[in-house]
């Protein structure tokens, strides 16, 4: 059963913006504190931005001012829009729950930042 699906990325020049998008078919969405996470070429995955169940959000600081991450407890979806991108924001780009992830993780979609 495919538990995430993410999309929404794509090649854009340094500055612009990307909205990501993450469909959780498989899970009881409500229940969960969400997060969005990347892997750069060469890099571990980490944890990019967070939403609890109750809307309270957190960032990594490189993304602060830059990304907001949302949720829509009804479509059981979260989003990440994301402006003013940088070329060190270049990676794959996955949703999962925070702290702990289920055991899958869906494909991720890809986000190149280069001129």
């Known amino acids: 059963q495919v538990q995430l699906v993410e999309s929404g990325g794509g090649l854009v020049q340094p500055g612009g913006s990307l909205r990501l998008s993450c469909a959780t078919p498989?899970?009881?969405?409500?229940?969960?504190?969400m997060g969005w996470y990347r892997q750069a070429p060469g890099k571990q995955r980490e944890l990019v931005a967070s939403i609890t169940r109750r809307d309270s959000t957190n960032y990594i600081d490189s993304v602060k001012g830059r990304f907001t991450i949302s949720r829509d407890n009804a479509k059981k979806t979260i989003s990440l829009q994301m402006h003013s991108l940088k070329p060190d924001d270049t990676a794959v780009y996955y949703c999962n729950t925070y702290p702990g992830r289920l055991d899958s993780w869906g494909q991720g979609t890809q986000v190149i930042v280069s001129s």
């Open positions: 498989g899970i009881s969405f409500s229940i969960y504190n």
